[in-house]
């Protein structure tokens, strides 16, 4: 069974800063897929980055970038010149290559200081 | 992304009352799926539908009934529930279910209260 983990239940930030969100997960299946969501206090769930494990370069997607260390199953999120709207929930999630659930991690709540 | 869209954004309901919940998505995609996300709990995946198909029910009460007339919409509908079932519940859609570079897009969401 696929487990992510994500060790800080809150983070805070200098405003343009960059903060590194930590995500680990378990999963014996050799082919899966990782991604990052962010849930503003409004509720949304909003697609951030994607890196599936076969990828050989580290993801990125404008300021969020994904650090993948495939022997260590980690998968942080590197937020640079961070902004006071990415003050929100992260959610680190995988999926198997044979199913089609995403399995969450717990979230980390980030707050960006002016 | 404003692709899926999810009415009513806030219910209250009694514990004897029928209600159902609407999700609608605009990205002409082919799976549909219901999250719940309790307080403290990590968002937990509830039913998914491929083609109108249901493909997965993850031993969900059946107080929870899910409906999908077609690939644009996926209803739930409610009936005798209990307090513990408030939450926010969570519609998301993706291309097909299954496989791993699938991204799933989720609506705002509608939190629920039961009393």
């Known amino acids: 069974a696929q487990k992510i983990t994500q060790t800080q239940p809150g983070m805070f930030v200098q405003e343009k800063e960059a903060v590194t969100l930590d995500c680990t997960y378990d999963t014996s299946d050799p082919s899966y897929g990782l991604f990052w969501y962010k849930q503003p206090s409004s509720g949304e769930m909003i697609f951030l980055i994607y890196q599936g494990s076969y990828d050989q370069q580290n993801a990125t997607e404008g300021r969020y970038s994904l650090n993948f260390q495939k022997a260590r199953k980690s998968a942080n999120l590197v937020i640079s010149a961070s902004q006071l709207g990415d003050s929100a929930m992260y959610f680190c999630a995988m999926r198997d290559q044979y199913g089609n659930k995403l399995v969450f991690g717990a979230g980390t709540i980030l707050r960006v200081k002016s | ?115």
């Open chain 2, 1 to 115: 992304e404003t692709g899926v869209t999810q009415t009513p954004r806030h219910l209250v309901m009694g514990m004897t009352n029928k209600k159902s919940l609407k999700c609608e998505q605009h990205l002409g995609h082919n799976a549909m799926y219901w999250y719940k996300q309790s307080a403290k709990k990590p968002l937990e995946l509830m039913f998914v539908y491929n083609f109108k198909e249901q493909t997965e029910n993850n031993s969900v009460p059946s107080r929870f009934s899910p409906e999908c007339p077609n690939s644009s919409h996926l209803f739930l509908h409610l009936h005798t529930l209990q307090p513990e079932d408030s939450a926010l519940y969570l519609c998301a859609s993706s291309q097909v279910a299954g496989g791993n570079t699938d991204t799933q897009y989720f609506g705002p969401g509608t939190r629920l209260t039961v009393l």
